[in-house]
């Protein structure tokens, strides 16, 4: 890893769509640093960099190849899926709530736990960022409630027209495929081209994401940042849904 630049707080990222993995044996890890400084996420999203890493590693920054990716249009939203919109639309104790409590939304994601993902890389220092990144506009989250309990939902972060899902949970059946049900009717309906997953799994692939190059990726990234002049209008109720049905 010694080819692995490390960044200080005023170093810039390196480019991934104008240079190869900085070393073959650790693919896609382009930087580390030793914490997220101030502005840093902003800058590695617009790269197609994120953060995944560990309590007690440094920041690991990474721009995968494949890159997983979900077409808004293309979310797999099966039979029964569909029945469980249904029913969720018609309980008038159920709702999506759009940017409230992002906090309680990372937190639960944090300690949801999952097969397919070591959820301990959202630790104490990844929530202050993505809460920074909040509070300046930048990230989202979407809530499923049942009579005011949060029971499921999920968080991205958004710029311009390039939206990059980080996490979601499920405190019950179905709760999480409805907040990105929710988000990829949202997509579909604003013009966004694709979601950013980041990293394959068996689970993310049932729902209809799929990996591309990450040239190709970073090139739709970049077509997508040249309308920061948009800004896409974080509203919605769960009326949204029936965009599926």
Not at 149 to 162: D, H, M, P, S, T
Request: proline share 6%.
């Amino acid at each position: 890893m010694n080819r692995i630049p490390w960044l200080g707080p005023n170093d810039a990222f390196p480019n991934p769509l104008l240079t190869s993995d900085p070393d073959a044996t650790v693919p896609g890890l382009f930087a580390v640093s030793e914490r997220i400084y101030p502005n840093q996420l902003q800058s590695a999203y617009q790269l197609g960099l994120f953060p995944w890493y560990s309590d007690n590693q440094p920041v690991l920054w990474w721009s995968p190849d494949p890159r997983m990716v979900l077409v808004p249009t293309e979310f797999k939203c099966s039979d029964s899926l569909k029945k469980s919109l249904r029913n969720f639309i018609a309980d008038n104790s159920k709702a999506i709530l759009v940017d409230q409590d992002f906090s309680a939304v990372v937190r639960a994601c944090a300690t949801s736990k999952r097969k397919d993902q070591d959820s301990t890389w959202i630790t104490h220092e990844i929530v202050d960022a993505y809460t920074a990144l909040f509070e300046a506009g930048k990230a989202h989250c979407i809530a499923v409630t049942d009579q005011d309990i949060l029971i499921g939902g999920l968080y991205c972060v958004c710029f311009g027209k390039a939206v990059f899902g980080e996490s979601m949970f499920s405190k019950q059946s179905d709760s999480s495929k409805i907040a990105l049900a929710a988000l990829c009717a949202f997509c579909a309906q604003n013009g966004v081209p694709m979601i950013d997953c980041q990293q394959e799994t068996a689970h993310l692939s049932s729902l209809g994401a799929s990996p591309i190059k990450r040239e190709t990726f970073l090139q739709s990234l970049q077509t997508s940042l040249n309308q920061t002049n948009i800004e896409l209008p974080w509203t919605f109720t769960k009326k949204i849904l029936q965009y599926w049905l």
